[in-house]
């Protein structure tokens, strides 16, 4: 195999990398106590790109037919007319592998399939919960990455995830809750089934008991994990330098401006141990950092490939990412955050005589270009004269963007994450998300 690297990457060209990846992947759904789904994943192969004057890029499963796939994609790359920017650097020689004590591949299957059992078993003499679903998930990846700059890293990541949803029914009513859990890890970060489901329950047994939400305008304080996922679809996105370039963004030719309270300070940091979205480098070969975005309000950074910081003449921030070998890398997040400050919860409730919190995701829709979004929380409470009072369901959140931001007045201490997959031009790649408790304005609305 290396032989073939050695001939592929010799070709005449301005630069070439070739990934190689073997995947090993398993993935569990037990729905109401039965393994309903289980896929076992093999998969192996070569990704190859060829820069001349555009990108060229084919991607192969035989060792043996590397160098027509070479061929394909140089063919490709002398297509274009208009140059790529691009500039050169020192390609690193590396060998990483994540830590790991247990290893899923040796966990045997009827383990996996257990550990969705017993989740199920903690929820379903319950009253009123009527149906439940837990996914397990596993991932081993063993790569090499190879460049015509010098690049030889050879790699070895190992992910781990647990995802579960019960729903709970009484008067007619059908609510549902759910948590996740994962982390860059082996076997042994998954722990305790049934107080994940148990978790799950709670909340969609509180909704079952929960009156509409009101709808207006309010002072609202937002969870962690409500924090995390609004930092990422509304703000994350919007400072991915691929929307900059294509005139995507709202914060495009914006860096040094404040476009949010002094209490916003917000990163991506793909270096940080056990996180779902930790990576040793980026699939360019880019060792991965923390990337500052908003520092006390202020815009200073967005993030990059090699092509995009070529382009706009920055910095490159390694978060070039693919789905697989098969994959262009395109810019993607990793772990996104809003950095904690010194208020305890109690703190940002006070002083509110009216307003909502709003505690987890169900997801929603954001517009970076036109810098508005709407989400719907999984659950909340009202809030009045500073203090917690009815649960409330069906809790939608919508506003713009910065005028959120900006309204941000109250910033917690504490700090808590959220794990999920994150969805781009048909690419899927693991991300995390999360921060602290925030209190700002916005417009609730009850969706149901």
Not at 20 to 36: L, N, P, W, Y
Not at 125 to 138: A, L
Not at 193 to 210: C, H, I, S, T, Y
């Amino acid at each position: 195999m290396l032989d073939g690297l050695d001939k592929a990457l010799e070709i005449s060209a301005r630069f070439i990398d070739i990934t190689f990846q073997e995947r090993e992947s398993t993935s569990i759904v037990t729905k109401d106590g039965v393994a309903k789904d289980i896929s076992l994943g093999a998969t192996a192969g070569f990704g190859v790109r060829v820069l001349d004057r555009i990108w060229g890029f084919a991607s192969v499963n035989d060792p043996d037919e590397l160098l027509d796939a070479v061929g394909r994609a140089h063919r490709a790359a002398q297509a274009g007319k208009k140059e790529i920017a691009f500039t050169p650097v020192e390609g690193p020689v590396d060998r990483v592998k994540t830590p790991v004590k247990v290893e899923p591949l040796d966990v045997s299957l009827e383990e996996k399939i257990e550990f969705g059992q017993r989740a199920y078993k903690a929820v379903k003499g319950r009253e009123h919960v009527v149906s439940s679903s837990f996914t397990y998930f596993d991932s081993k990846i063993k790569g090499f990455y190879a460049s015509s700059e010098g690049a030889r890293i050879e790699s070895e990541t190992t992910k781990v995830a647990f995802f579960g949803g019960v729903f709970a029914k009484k008067n007619g009513a059908l609510q549902f809750g759910s948590e996740r859990a994962g982390a860059t890890a082996g076997f042994e970060y998954l722990k305790g089934p049934e107080a994940f489901a148990g978790g799950a329950a709670d909340k969609a047994l509180r909704l079952l008991d929960a009156k509409q939400a009101p709808s207006g305008r309010f002072k609202v304080v937002l969870d962690p994990l409500l924090t995390g996922v609004f930092i990422h679809e509304a703000l994350g996105h919007a400072v991915e330098a691929d929307h900059i370039i294509q005139g995507e963004s709202l914060l495009e030719g914006r860096l040094g401006e404040t476009i949010a309270s002094e209490q916003v300070t917000v990163y991506d940091d793909s270096t940080i141990p056990g996180s779902f979205g930790f990576y040793f480098y980026d699939d360019e070969g880019t060792k991965a950092q923390k990337t500052m975005l908003v520092e006390k309000g202020v815009l200073k950074g967005f993030l990059h490939s090699r092509e995009t910081s070529s382009t706009l003449e920055m910095e490159n921030t390694g978060n070039a990412r693919a789905q697989g070998f098969d994959y262009l890398p395109i810019v993607r997040m990793s772990n996104t955050f809003l950095e904690p400050r010194d208020q305890e919860l109690d703190e940002l409730f006070e002083g509110i005589d009216y307003g909502v919190y709003l505690l987890g995701s169900k997801g929603g829709e954001v517009d970076p270009a036109k810098g508005v979004f709407q989400f719907s929380a999984e659950e909340g409470f009202l809030i009045e004269k500073g203090e917690i009072t009815s649960a409330v369901k069906d809790v939608a959140l919508s506003g713009e963007i910065l005028r959120i931001l900006k309204d941000v007045d109250g910033v917690g201490r504490s700090f808590d994450s959220h794990i999920g997959f994150c969805g781009k031009e048909g690419q899927s790649v693991p991300v995390g998300d999360g921060g602290a408790h925030i209190r700002t304005t916005a417009a609730v609305g009850g969706a149901g």
